[in-house]
Nanobody
Framework: VQLVESGGGSVQAGGSLRLSCAASGSIFRANAMTWYRQSPGKPRELVALITIGGNTNYADSVKGRFTISRDNANNTVYLQMNSLKPEDTAVYSC??????????WGPGTQVTVSS
């Protein structure tokens, strides 16, 4: 089982980034997938979730700015982030939804938003 995140970087406030998470096929096809983020000194928080059927859920702090999607043919989940704010700065990771047995965490991808 492997999760590999990519697409992070440094942008100015108001900018956009698109994150990708490549997951092992067996895990991806059978599960909802979730993006999380963690800033230094803060607990990991759920950012967005997408079910197998494509239903989505977002943290209030990112609603209207972030969009989660999944490509079932390529076992990849995406996070389109628009109108980025400095408070979005964090390491972003993907995994199963809360309450499930997480698979080993990938390296994550750093997002840094400057004001």
């Amino acid at each position: 089982v492997q999760l590999v995140e990519s697409g992070g970087g440094s942008v100015q406030a108001g900018g956009s980034l698109r994150l990708s998470c490549a997951a092992s096929g067996s895990i991806f096809r059978a599960n909802a997938m979730t993006w999380y983020r963690q800033s230094p000194g803060k607990p990991r928080e759920l950012v967005a979730l997408i079910t197998i059927g494509g239903n989505t859920n977002y943290a209030d702090s990112v609603k209207g700015r972030f969009t989660i999607s999944r490509d079932n043919a390529n076992n990849t989940v995406y996070l389109q982030m628009n109108s980025l704010k400095p408070e979005d700065t964090a390491v972003y990771s993907c995994n199963l939804p809360p309450g499930r047995n997480y698979v080993p965490w990938g390296p994550g991808t750093q997002v840094t938003v400057s004001s």
